[in-house]
């Protein structure tokens, strides 16, 4: 399954290194692409490849508890 994330960030450049640097908090999801809006860098969509959806919920929680808006979105390939 697949998840697509939707982040609010608080500034692009920090966020994107913390995000980097803590790689192994996404252990159960691969990142498969990222994107951030053209007309807003701190708005940010990244599709992962999920492996765990707990893992992946705790992932969303933890985004959800260090102050980034997020909405995620499980989805399956039909």
Not at 38 to 66: E, Y
């Amino acid at each position: 399954m697949q998840m697509l994330a939707r982040l609010e960030t608080a500034g692009y450049a920090a966020w994107k290194t913390a995000f980097d640097e803590r790689a192994e908090d996404r252990s159960g999801m691969t990142m498969m692409q990222m994107w951030h809006d053209v007309d807003d860098a701190n708005r940010v969509l990244i599709l992962f490849d999920v492996h765990d959806r707990a893992r992946a919920a705790g992932w969303v929680s933890a985004q959800s508890a260090l102050g980034t808006r997020i909405d995620a979105a499980y989805l399956r390939t039909v």
